[in-house]
């Protein structure tokens, strides 16, 4: 049996259809600049979240510079960071001139909030804390870090699209948050796309200008040069804002689907696996971007599950500290806990696709691999 990490191929024929009505629109209007469906994408997305404003950008990677750039991340600033993330959350950072400071991880993947008052300067200005494959950071002792040194946060958020704590959903625990919608994560797009939320009209207004190249627009087009800060063009292509509004359709059941999997891995992968999700808060909802499991013998299980056809990733290695442009320029301390780990995490399968029958073959095979290998 064949089983593929993402399965990015469009065979639902309604949604086929649905996907070419909506481009026929456009088409039809012709906006293909900050069309209609951009924002009408973003009032939907600011709903959804309860927050404020939504900014649809072309990628994550732009919402997270834009949202560190408008909070005024600059030159000479420190920002405390987790190790254990795509490099985008460390380089947004950099980009701004500004200086990582990594923190070590929990056990369960995230950065640990009671290493992070030791790393605080004069310097820190901010915490970007990543909510890792969905699963919600402590944002309570965060936030009140937070307070207490008067720092700025900026989720990256990723990867925790619809994740919530105690209702609060991912985005809301930050001056401005950043999410990605490419093609692999829950809310998927048809090609690269992010959104910049935040609830302070101040910080809004400067992200629409960092959007647009440091300008304010003028509506009637006679003033387009007029440029308050530098910037370059971050905007979101309405083509791509017309596929989303589709995606977001279905997001509900999408995510419905994905917990319905990884429920089935928390009752019946065995017991001596330790799975991401133990470590659920109580009160959160896991944003479901994929399912991580922590085991010894990580590549001897991942060379025994490709020989059963089954495919898993690894993610983020190395670590972002260990990459050769951070081990040339910047020092950092050891991060015992996230270099345990990164040796252990596997990541399985859990896009909405996949049938009962390869959900179990998946269990199955990781069970008995688990079994006769005496982990
Ligand atoms: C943690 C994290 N930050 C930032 C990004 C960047 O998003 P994008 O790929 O949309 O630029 C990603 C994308 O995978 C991510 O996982």
Known sequence: MKVKMFDLKIKDKLLRRDLIKSLN??????????GPEVLDFEKKIAKFLNVKYALGVSSGSSALYLALKACGIKQGDEVITTPLSWIITSNAIIECGATPVFVDVADDLNINPDLIEKSIT?????????????????MNKILAIAKKYKLKIIEDAAQSFGASLNKIKSGNFSSAASFSMNPMKT????????????????????????????T????????????????????????????????????????????????????????????????MHKGEKNGRYVYPIIINKRDKLRRYLEKKGIETKIFHLPLINKSPFYLKNYKSSKMRNAERLIKKIIILPLNEKLLKGQIKYITDNINYFVENDKL
């Open 25 to 34: 629109r456009l088409f039809d209007h012709g906006q293909f600049f900050m």
């Open 216 to 279: 304010t627009s003028d509506p009637k087009k006679k003033i387009t040069n007029f440029c308050n800060d530098t910037s370059l063009n971050h905007k979101m292509d309405t083509i791509n804002a017309s596929l989303l509004l589709i995606s977001f359709k279905k997001f509900k059941h999408k995510i419905e689907k994905k917990n319905i999997i990884a429920e089935y891995y928390n009752k019946n992968l065995s017991p001596k696996i330790i799975k991401q999700d133990d470590y």
């Open 187 to 214: 809310l998927s797009g048809y090609g690269e796309n992010g959104i910049v939320v935040t609830n302070n009209k101040k910080i809004f207004n400067k992200l629409k200008t960092l959007r647009h190249a440091g």
């Open 122 to 138: 004069k310097k820190t200005k901010a915490i970007v804390p990543m909510h890792y494959a969905g699963h919600m950071c402590d």
